[in-house]
């Protein structure tokens, strides 16, 4: 009778690690990139970590100037991986990044994460109904086309290993109306876009899919940025079912995301935000209980 409880103990053991061992070790054997840590706030900054728990090898990037304002040195010392500076709208620099990761990882990226934003007009506080359109096309050139360069020199340059994934972080002012969120929205609008129209060129290429995640209000040093940030995310997280998604949950799905649990996704924005949404009223925030 002992015996029979041990092994039925030791069977369930074995059953407890099995599971554990298939929930880690998603990214075991793969090599990426992750652009955009620059605190223990960023998105980036979770999503290079579970990397790292989860088995892949990365390099990480920011822009030259982040590397003075920022901590990445910090995660870079914890996770063990390289830190490459590149402006992401620079197509040499992207290059070099493309070129070092992969003589550092040794091999093609598997992922690669665009996690990169600014609004020029936000930062100096332009109303939306009088932006400076020189501004507005650095905003475009950081948040949106850094992405599809990003794409254009790894297609080119053929970086990208079969059945690899693209990443970008989006928001829903693309599809609805947050006035303070001004030129942000269009930035995500053609982020996505972006996405989808990439997204069939490479997956017809090598399979590689692409595809954006459209995040909640998350409390970092960009979400921040923006006017009424706390009022914001206070909306969206009484408004949403499940409540806002926190950056460690985004980083979660960006795990899935890279891994080959999502080798059919491609061409998508994919809500990651409670349930907001799909969401039209909801009584907590008409009528807030006392
Ligand atoms: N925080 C939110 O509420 C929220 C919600 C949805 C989507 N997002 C998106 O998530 C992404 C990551 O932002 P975050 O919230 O983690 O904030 P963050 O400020 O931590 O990250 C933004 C990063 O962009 C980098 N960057 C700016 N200009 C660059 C350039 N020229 N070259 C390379 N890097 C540059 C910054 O250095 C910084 O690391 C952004 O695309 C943001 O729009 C954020």
């Not at 407890?16 to 880690?24: D, E, G, P, T, V």
């Not at 129209?197 to 923006?226: E, L, W």
């Not at 079912?241 to 996704?265: V, W």
Request: charged residues 20%.
């Amino acid at each position: 009778m002992a015996s029979q409880r041990t092994s039925i103990r030791y069977g369930l053991t074995k059953f407890a690690l099995r599971k554990i061992n298939s929930i880690m070790g998603l990214l075991e054997g793969k090599r990426g990139i992750i652009s955009g840590p620059l605190d223990e706030q960023s998105i980036a900054w979770k999503v290079a970590q579970k990397c790292h728990e989860q088995g892949a090898k990365i390099t990480l990037t920011n822009a030259p100037v982040a590397m003075r304002f920022g901590e990445i040195q910090k995660l870079a010392e914890e996770i063990n991986a390289e830190i490459i500076p590149a402006d992401a709208t620079s197509l040499d620099d992207i290059a070099k990044l493309y070129s070092q990761s992969q003589d550092i990882l040794g091999g093609k990226m598997d992922f690669v994460l665009h996690s990169i934003g600014m609004s020029v007009n936000v930062r100096k506080n332009r109303a939306y109904t009088d932006l400076k359109y020189d501004w507005m096309q650095k905003t475009f050139d950081v948040s949106a086309i850094s992405f599809h360069k990003f794409m254009q020199v790894a297609y080119q340059q053929d970086v990208m290993a079969d059945w690899g994934s693209m990443l970008a972080l989006s928001y829903i002012a693309a599809q609805r109306v947050f006035p303070d969120y001004s030129e942000m929205a269009e930035s995500k609008a053609l982020l996505e876009s972006f996405a989808r129209s990439f997204g069939y060129h490479f997956g017809k290429k090598n399979n590689v899919r692409v595809n954006t995640i459209s995040q909640s209000p998350t409390m970092t040093t960009a979400g921040q940025g923006v006017k009424g940030f706390q009022e914001f995310f206070d909306y969206a997280d009484t408004m949403s079912p499940l409540g806002n998604a926190t950056a460690d949950e985004c980083a979660d799905y960006c795990i899935f995301l890279f891994s080959d649990m999502s080798k059919k996704i491609t061409m998508q924005n994919l809500y990651h935000d409670g349930g907001f949404s799909n969401m039209g009223i909801n009584p907590e925030v008409v009528m807030p209980s006392e």
